[in-house]
């Protein structure tokens, strides 16, 4: 939690590397057993202490990694999430802190795929050009059922979560402070431009200011399959891959054909915007390249078919 007026914020082959622009290197998505892992930082969650404080990294809202697999045999999308936080979230009452929230409970955000190439979460987010997944039945998400959307315009529910209005008051006002380093998001720094202007002074009782977590409207083109830390640890993912690791595993998974084929950005935030991560990806169809037959392959291939012409062309002219 904030407090005042300003209540503002790899062991495998790199296969999705990024630098940010800033200059801030950020954490590089990693391949391993057909899944596509990125860490968040274990020192950027924040949190109320009980005392009217604020503490920095470790805390319920910590946000260790998330990964996404492209299952070619069910044609589907997995993803798995490790975290403290429950998939139910973190029942607080009426209010955490000092602060009113909005339904007793703080918990998820929306996972929001930017597939537009606009290079913008705010552009893309204008334009409702979003696809967004909510997977957290009980949180504050503006849609009435969990699932997959199209066109989708998100919306931020930090002010009713008792959060950080954007990734810059989390950071300059919030982790920076306390631990003497910079936040990230997974494979983005806090102030990577494409989250611009939610990486500038912000504030809760300035809308535009507020980074959108959760989705505004859509329309729901399929659903999702809940999975359990079992089941996608039968698919391959395991939170030992990460640097660090938390408490709580989930996931969720659905057709792929729901979405695009093409890169994407996915963002997700908590409600209150405690902790953040993004990942970089693709939906694209990659077809396996055509073998090309050794040299000595083509050479036996030539030699055979020269014999059999030459046998054929024997035959036409014996002369009986």
């Not at 899944?35 to 005392?51: E, H």
């Not at 920076?176 to 009782?205: I, V």
Request: aromatic share 10%.
């Amino acid at each position: 939690m904030n407090h005042g007026k300003v209540r503002n914020l790899v062991a495998a082959a790199i296969t999705y590397g990024f630098i940010s622009v800033t200059g801030q290197v950020a954490s590089a998505g990693t391949l391993h057993n057909g899944w596509n892992y990125v860490s968040d930082p274990n020192y950027d969650s924040l949190a109320g202490d009980g005392r009217g404080g604020i503490i920095a990294g470790g805390t319920i809202y910590e946000i260790y990694g998330m990964a996404i697999k492209d299952d070619v045999d069910s044609d589907s999308i997995w993803v798995a999430i490790n975290s403290n936080l429950p998939i139910a979230g973190r029942n607080t009452g009426p209010f955490d802190s000092g602060f009113p929230i909005s339904n007793g409970n703080i918990g998820w955000g929306d996972l929001l795929f930017d597939f537009s190439g606009l290079g913008n979460f705010k552009a893309a987010n204008d334009a409702s050009s979003l696809f967004g997944i909510r997977f957290a039945a009980g949180n504050d998400s503006k849609v009435s059922r969990t699932g997959v959307y199209s066109n989708v315009k998100a919306v931020s529910v930090v002010a009713q979560n008792g959060g950080w209005s954007n990734f810059y008051n989390h950071n300059i006002n919030g982790v920076l402070p306390r631990t003497n380093r910079n936040a990230a998001t997974g494979e983005l720094a806090w102030n990577d431009r494409y989250y611009s202007p939610y990486t500038s002074l912000g504030d809760w009782d300035l809308p535009q200011t507020l980074i959108p977590n959760v989705i505004a409207s859509g329309t729901k083109i399929g659903d999702i399959t809940l999975l359990n830390s079992s089941q996608l640890s039968a698919a391959g993912f395991s939170p030992a891959f990460l640097p660090a690791v938390g408490s709580q595993t989930f996931g969720f998974k659905f057709a792929k054909s729901l979405l695009p084929q093409a890169d994407y950005l996915a963002t997700l935030i908590l409600e209150c915007n405690n902790d953040a991560i993004a990942i970089k990806g693709t939906t694209k169809v990659i077809k396996a390249p055509e073998k090309v037959p050794e040299p000595s392959t083509i050479l036996s291939l030539g030699i055979m078919a020269l014999v059999f012409g030459t046998n054929r062309l024997g035959k036409q002219f014996k002369v009986s």
